[in-house]
Structures are given as C-alpha cells and as structure tokens.
C-alpha cells in the first residue's frame, strides 16, 4: 500500500512538471544551453509533448489515489477485495 502513496506522488509531481502552462519557464530557465535553443526551436513540438503528458499523469495520479482510498476503505470495512463473492467475506473479529 505504500507504493501507492508513493505512485500519487510521483504521479502529482510529473503533471506538475508536465503542465503546459509551465513550458515557457523551461524555455527561459534553460536559455543559453543546447537543451534551451532545442526547445526555442522546437516550442510547438514541445508544447504538444507536454500536452499530452499532462493530462496522462493527471489521469494517472487520479486512478493511484482512487486504487489507495479503495485499498483504504477495503482495509477499514474487513473486506478482502471490493468484488462481492461467496468467498469474500468480512474478517472475524
């Protein structure tokens, strides 16, 4: 369980950095290196990468906390796994 605290985190991290809005900072910061007159040249190119990093890793830090408040509320309910079957059964107390 860990790790998908772990993974919302990372995940949250990388759309921060992936957000779009954010691109032009990179550009600047990065002015005067080789990796900066890339992406000055090539600013649509980069813009649509993080464009569709953004909203991958957003996705992805949304299914991660989803799975970790499912794993939580399994855990607080005795629940084995969250489909209902003759063999899941609330733990005995």
Not at 14 to 41: D, K, M, Q, R
Not at 42 to 66: R, T, V, W
Not at 68 to 76: G, P, R
């Amino acid at each position: 369980m860990k790790t998908k605290h772990f993974s919302i985190y990372i995940n949250g991290l990388l759309a921060a950095l992936t957000c779009p809005c954010h691109a032009i900072f990179y550009v600047y910061l990065l002015s005067g290196t080789t990796i900066g007159a890339f992406l000055f040249e090539h600013e649509i190119l980069f813009m649509s990468a993080l464009g569709f990093a953004f909203p991958f890793f957003i996705l992805m830090c949304l299914k991660a906390y989803h799975q970790f408040k499912a794993e939580k509320e399994m855990e607080k309910t005795g629940q084995v796994c969250d489909v209902t079957c003759k063999t899941c059964s609330p733990k005995n107390s």
